[in-house]
């Protein structure tokens, strides 16, 4: 069974500027730059994602300081 790798935003950025890179010289043909295409909209869907969650983390976490803060007050 394989392993499920763990989401990588920045490998992720930097497949997502290989892919523009790849489109932007034109060197595919329609079917190679549709697959860069679906790739690409993977990509930003599922950075999206974690980008939403992180943003969730860091809110829970200035909360939690926040409230430590008026505790000591």
């Known amino acids: 069974m394989a392993k499920k790798q763990k989401f990588n935003i920045e490998k992720s950025l930097e497949d997502l500027n290989q ?10 043909t329609l079917e190679d730059n549709l697959n ?15 980008l939403k969650i992180a943003k969730q983390k860091v809110t829970i976490l200035n909360q939690q300081a926040d409230d430590e803060m008026e505790l000591k007050d």
């Open 19 to 28: 892919i523009v890179k790849k489109m932007e010289h034109n060197n595919g």
């Open 36 to 50: 860069y295409y679906e790739r690409g909209i993977k990509l930003i869907n599922k950075s999206q994602k974690e």
